[in-house]
C-alpha cells in the first residue's frame, strides 16, 4: 500500500456517508481525511458565487468569464457599489467555518466507533484568496479588495480552530489561479509569478502550525457532459509549471508545509511529463502526492505511471488527480479501493 491522500471532494450523499465509505475501504491508509465536499460544495468555488451576489457592498457587472470550450460555467463579475471604497468592503461569512464545523461532529463519531482510526485528521480544502477574486471580482478592483478577502478566509479558519483541535485539523489550498498564472493561460489576470508565490505564503501564514498544511496544484475538473466525468481546464503539458511554482512558493513559506499535490493525466506515462520532478525541491518533511490513480486503466495504469515517475523522484504517495465530486456516484467506491492495491517502490 502506497501512502495516500484524498484530495477533496468526494460524490456521496452526506459526510457521514464519505467517512463511512473510507472507513470501509481506506481504514488506516489515508492520514486525513475530508468531508467531502457534498451537497451544493460539489461545484467547488461555485458555491461561493452566493455568498459574492449577496454582498450589499457589491454590485455586478456585464463582464463575465467562462462559457467557452475549457470552462463550461460562466462566472459572473462583482465589483464596489458606487461610493463604496474598496478598502471599505468586508466580505464576512463565507460559509467555509460553517460547513467544516458541521461535519466535525460525524467525523469525531466516525473515529469515537471505530469507522475512522483515532489518529486520523480532518482536512479541509479551500480555495485561496486569488482563485476566488479572479472567480468573481472585477480585474480592475481584484487588488484593493484582496486584503479583505484575505482576512475573511483568516476568519474562517479562526473559527473553525474554535471549535476544531490544531492537531486534530489539516487545511489544504487549492490553487489552479496560481497554477495557470505559472502556465501562462487563463482569463484575464495582472498578477505575476511573483505576486501567486507571494500570495501563497499569505495563504501559509493563515495556518497556525501545530495544523497541518498541503497544497493541491489543480488543473480543474469541470464535468464533461460527454462523459460524466471531470476534465481539465488545461491538460498539463509536463510537470514543469508545478515544480517551478512549488519551488517559487517555498522560500515565501515560515511554517512546515505538510504536503503537495500534483496531477497526471492518465495517457501521461512518457518521460517528458515527469523529467521536472528531477528538480523539485521539497524539504525532507514534505509529502509529495502524485495524482497518477485513474479507475479507466486501474493497477495497471497506476503501475506505468509509478513506473516513470521514479526515474525522477522517489518518497512519494498517490492520489486521483483531483477530488472525486465530479465522478459518477458509482466510480467513488472503486476509486477509493484503488489507492489501497497501489504500491511504490
Known amino acids: 500500500m502506497a501512502r495516500a491522500l484524498l484530495v477533496g471532494s468526494l460524490n456521496l450523499d452526506s459526510a457521514d456517508a464519505v467517512f463511512l465509505a473510507v472507513g470501509e475501504t481506506l481504514s488506516g491508509e489515508v ?9 451544493d460544495r460539489l461545484g467547488w468555488i461555485f458555491a461561493l458565487q452566493p455568498k ?3 454582498n450589499p457592498s457589491l454590485e455586478r457587472v456585464e463582464q463575465t468569464w467562462g462559457g467557452d470550450e475549457t470552462i ?29 464545523l458541521a461535519s466535525w461532529e460525524g467525523f469525531v463519531r466516525a473515529r469515537n466507533e471505530g469507522v475512522l482510526p483515532a489518529d486520523v485528521r480532518f482536512q479541509v480544502s479551500l480555495p485561496t484568496a486569488y482563485m476566488a477574486l479572479m472567480a468573481y471580482i472585477d480585474i480592475d478592483h481584484r487588488e484593493a479588495l484582496a486584503p479583505a478577502y484575505e482576512q475573511a478566509l483568516g476568519d474562517e479558519i ?28 487563463g482569463p484575464p489576470n495582472r498578477w505575476t509569478f511573483d505576486d501567486v508565490c507571494r500570495e501563497l505564503g499569505r495563504m ?10 498541503g497544497f493541491h496544484h489543480c ?23 508545478m515544480v517551478k511554482l512549488t519551488n517559487g512558493m517555498l522560500p515565501h513559506m515560515q511554517r512546515t508545509v505538510t504536503w503537495v499535490h500534483m496531477p497526471v493525466p492518465i495517457e501521461r506515462d512518457d518521460d517528458d511529463y515527469y523529467a521536472a520532478l528531477a528538480d523539485l525541491q521539497l524539504p ?14 486501474g493497477l495497471d495504469g497506476a ?9 525522477f523522484v522517489d518518497n512519494f504517495g498517490v492520489a486521483t488527480e483531483c477530488g472525486l465530486g465530479r465522478l459518477p456516484r458509482d466510480e467513488v467506491r472503486p476509486t477509493l479501493e484503488l489507492h489501497r492495491t497501489v504500491t511504490v517502490p
Open 31 to 39: 492520514s486525513r481525511v475530508p468531508d467531502g465536499e457534498t451537497g
Open 52 to 54: 459574492i451576489a449577496d
Open 72 to 100: 463550461s460555467h460562466v462566472f459572473p463579475q462583482f465589483r464596489p457599489r458606487a461610493g463604496v471604497d474598496g478598502g471599505d468592503v468586508e466580505f464576512g461569512n463565507l460559509g467555509y467555518a460553517d460547513d467544516a
Open 158 to 185: 479562526n473559527r473553525i480552530l474554535d471549535v476544531i483541535p490544531a492537531d486534530d485539523l489539516a487545511i489544504q489550498w487549492d490553487i489552479p489561479c496560481e497554477v495557470g498564472t505559472t502556465e501562462g493561460v
Open 204 to 213: 501559509a501564514a493563515l495556518v497556525p502550525e501545530p495544523v497541518e498544511l
Open 219 to 241: 488543473y480543474g475538473d469541470p464535468p464533461d457532459p460527454e462523459t460524466g466525468h471531470g476534465k481539465h481546464w488545461l491538460e498539463p503539458p509536463s510537470m514543469s509549471a
Open 284 to 297: 525532507e518533511e514534505t509529502e509529495l502526492y502524485l495524482g497518477l490513480l485513474h479507475l479507466e486503466d
Open 303 to 311: 503501475r506505468r505511471r509509478i513506473a516513470t515517475a521514479t526515474k
